[in-house]
T-cell receptor
Framework: DGGITQSPKYLFRKEGQNVTLSCEQNLNHDAMYWYRQDPGQGLRLIYYSQIVNDFQKGDIAEGYSVSREKKESFPLTVTSAQKNPTAFYLC??????????????FGQGTRLTVV | GEDVEQSLFLSVREGDSSVINCTYTDSSSTYLYWYKQEPGAGLQLLTYIFSNMDMKQDQRLTVLLNKKDKHLSLRIADTQTGDSAIYFCAEKKEGYQKVTFGTGTKLQVIP
């Protein structure tokens, strides 16, 4: 079955460490996105990529980095420069869906906690 | 510009109807979506409407679109406790792959 997979589901980071969140899709979608969700708040766009080897900053890119070496993969690194990284992170790919022309498909999320 | 707004919270009693509202600013939006997020999970597409439609009904769900006011609503009939979730509206323009999401409305269903 096609889908989008995030791992791990839960991640703990010590202060000062970098951590990388994985996002893989086998939907053959060109566009992939990373969002951050804080309690009581909506989705905030961190980075997005419309095509392999290209990506753009979203609204809250500071302290994060990404790469897009393969169409299927869009890993997000939370660096030590991100001062408040504890949040729920959602990856999405956007492309043709069964219901209509274009829709967003989401992974199940990664909950990152700084300890 | 693109901006999608929703109220943050809605509380209803089980069995009542819920109406979740959304306003958007981009008049060139062609697809409007409703996504549902259950606790600790990703977003799932719930329903959608094209911008050339005024209404769409799908079982307990009714989507209403007022293009003049750029207002979208989702009505859930006979709301159940399993409907408790965060609901996001989203918009997309023809020819663009970017989907812009609203802030999300948390629906609490009281038994």
């Amino acid at each position: 079955d096609g889908g989008i997979t995030q791992s791990p589901k839960y991640l703990f980071r010590k202060e000062g460490q970098n951590v990388t969140l994985s996002c893989e899709q086998n939907l053959n979608h060109d566009a992939m996105y990373w969002y951050r969700q804080d309690p009581g708040q909506g989705l905030r766009l961190i980075y997005y990529s419309q095509i392999v080897n290209d990506f753009q900053k979203g609204d809250i890119a500071e302290g994060y980095s990404v790469s897009r070496e393969k169409k299927e993969s869009f890993p997000l690194t939370v660096t030590s420069a991100q001062k408040n990284p504890t949040a729920f992170y959602l990856c999405a790919s956007i492309g043709w869906g069964a219901l209509l022309g274009t829709e967003a498909f989401f992974g199940q999320g990664t909950r990152l906690t700084v300890v | 510009g693109e901006d999608v707004e929703q109220s943050l919270f809605l509380s209803v009693r089980e069995g009542d109807s819920s109406v979740i509202n959304c306003t958007y600013t981009d008049s060139s939006s062609t697809y409007l979506y409703w996504y549902k997020q259950e606790p600790g999970a990703g977003l799932q597409l719930l329903t959608y409407i094209f911008s050339n439609m005024d209404m769409k009904q799908d079982q307990r769900l009714t989507v209403l679109l007022n293009k003049k006011d750029k207002h979208l609503s989702l009505r859930i009939a006979d709301t159940q406790t399993g409907d408790s979730a965060i609901y996001f509206c989203a918009e997309k323009k023809e020819g663009y792959q970017k989907v812009t999401f609203g802030t999300g409305t948390k629906l609490q269903v009281i038994p």
